[in-house]
């Protein structure tokens, strides 16, 4: 199984500023790798597959990178909207597995 | 309007048994692969299992957590995919999501979840 890491747990940021999360994967995924965002109470949201890719819907200002075992969200200047928590996950093998989650706080 | 909706949640006793629902709309049910992933409570996601469209044989996987206790299906005549839990244990009380696959092994679409707590 494919252990998804995440970092920090915890990211306090002002708004306006630009936050970044990493995710790193115990072996190589590849560029097999998605994030969510999930807000209290709320299910998940698909941001970005295959890396890099927004999903339909997902402001400019999120964009993913990397590839292999390590990976990239950086949401280049944040809103109230985004403090939430984010998780990584790897579709590259069987289990699909997510990371623990960075959660984006007020700073 | 696309969107997923569960149901069947609830209180239920170690061992026991219960049937989650997953009812689709809005887009074309029998095409999509869907998946279930759980979430206990102030933990993360954890992915629990999945069933394959009619073109690819309704073909299912399981975490190992669940397997041979969880079984996935679906009836695509009425839009909705299903969870049949049994044996449970305290460990299964989560939030269960019914996901919809997108165009790899990702999920493009969620539900709102439903809870299932396993408890004396």
């Known amino acids: 199984e494919i252990v998804m890491t995440q970092s920090p747990a915890t990211l306090s940021v002002s708004p306006g500023e630009r936050a970044t999360l990493s995710c790193r994967a115990s072996q190589s995924v590849s560029s097999n790798l998605a994030w969510y965002q999930q807000k209290p109470g709320q299910a998940p949201r698909l941001l970005i597959y295959?890396?890099?890719t927004r999903a339909t819907g997902i402001p400019a200002r999120f964009s993913g990178s990397g590839s292999g075992t390590e990976f990239t969200l950086t949401i280049s200047s944040l809103q109230s909207e985004d403090f939430a928590v984010y998780y990584c996950?790897?579709?590259?093998?069987?289990?699909?597995?997510f990371g623990q989650g960075t959660k984006v706080e007020i700073k | 309007e696309v969107q997923l909706v569960e149901s069947g949640g609830g209180l239920v006793q170690p061992g026991g048994s219960l049937k989650l629902s997953c009812a689709a709309s809005g887009f074309t049910f029998s095409g999509s692969a869907m998946h279930w992933v759980r979430q206990a409570s102030g933990k993360g996601l954890e992915w629990v299992g999945r069933i394959r469209s009619k073109a690819n044989s309704y073909a299912t996987a399981y975490a190992a957590s669940v397997k041979g206790r969880f079984t996935i299906s679906r009836d695509d005549s009425k839009n909705t995919a299903y969870l049949q839990m049994n044996s449970l244990k305290t460990e299964d009380t989560a939030v269960y999501y019914c996901?919809?696959?997108?165009?790899?092994?990702?999920?493009?679409?969620w539900g709102r979840g439903t809870l299932v707590t396993v408890s004396s």
């Open positions: 295959g890396a890099s």
């Open positions: 996950q790897q579709y590259n093998n069987w289990p699909l597995t």
């Open positions: 996901t919809r696959q997108g165009w790899d092994w990702y999920f493009d679409l």
